[in-house]
């Protein structure tokens, strides 16, 4: 089946510094993949969508400027969470829809950030 | 109006016997897919069944099955024999084919915790 690697599984940072989280299709080709961010024991909120060669499209409420998506090949989107602060830290999962209209969200194994 | 309700706090069930899960969605799109993922707490997301808008059975992945019943709007998720691997938190999602076109993004609920008693 379609496998999403998701680098790194956590990470912990100082405020003010930059993290970056990638997000790699490894058997297929994703023009598009999907950043959710997810508090403990809430749902996902979908973040932004990237699509390959082109500016992502961020939900209402997400900062562009503090979340910077990068998705400039088909197997790879990156996330940077930029001057990050303790408010940032969270679950952040991407993932990317396998071909076919009816194909799932196929997701990444989560990064788990935490801003001291 | 919230697009998917998930309104069981948290459900119990002992092991070996079957448990409903509970999932209702609001949509005018007539086009739309209807998902479940399952996340322990390891924090994966593993996808679980898919139930089209315009499918006339209730899907079936194994121990998995879904109740979809469209005039009601509902898409219950049975697990039948539960297993203690099955102990997770389970979320209905929803992608709107025509709502949001190329990027059909899915919307997903609050989750349920389902913890499976041996």
């Known amino acids: 089946g379609a496998v999403v690697s998701q680098h790194p599984s956590w990470v912990i940072c100082k405020s003010g510094t930059s993290v970056k989280i990638e997000c790699r299709s490894l058997d297929f080709q994703a023009t598009t993949m999907f950043w959710y961010r997810q508090f403990p024991k809430q749902s996902l909120m979908l973040m932004a969508t990237?699509?390959?060669?082109?500016?992502?499209?961020?939900e209402q409420g997400v900062e562009k400027d503090k979340f910077l998506i990068n998705h400039a090949s088909l197997t790879l989107s990156t996330l940077t969470v930029t001057s990050a602060h303790p408010e940032d830290s969270s679950f952040y999962i991407c993932?990317?829809?396998?071909?076919?209209?009816?194909?799932?969200?196929?997701f990444g194994n989560g990064t788990r950030l935490t801003v001291t | 109006a919230q697009k998917i309700t998930q309104t069981q706090p948290g459900m119990f069930v002992q092991e070996k016997e079957a448990v409903t899960l509970d999932c209702t969605y609001d949509?005018?799109?007539?086009?739309?897919?209807l998902f479940w993922y399952k996340q322990p707490s390891s924090g994966e997301m593993i996808f679980l069944i898919y139930q089209g808008s315009y499918d006339q059975q209730n899907a079936t992945e194994g121990r998995y099955s879904l109740n979809f019943q469209k005039a009601r709007k509902s898409a219950n998720l049975v697990i039948s024999a539960s297993q203690l691997g099955d102990s997770a938190m389970y979320f209905c999602?929803?992608?709107?084919?025509?709502?949001?076109?190329?990027?059909?993004?899915?919307?997903f609920g609050k989750g349920i915790t389902l913890s499976v008693r041996p």
């Open positions: 999602a929803m992608r709107e084919l025509i709502r949001t076109g190329a990027n059909s993004k899915l919307t």
């Open positions: 949509t005018s799109d007539p086009s739309y897919g």
């Open positions: 993932s990317a829809r396998g071909q076919g209209e009816n194909s799932p969200l196929h």
């Open positions: 990237s699509n390959e060669g082109s500016k992502a499209t961020y």
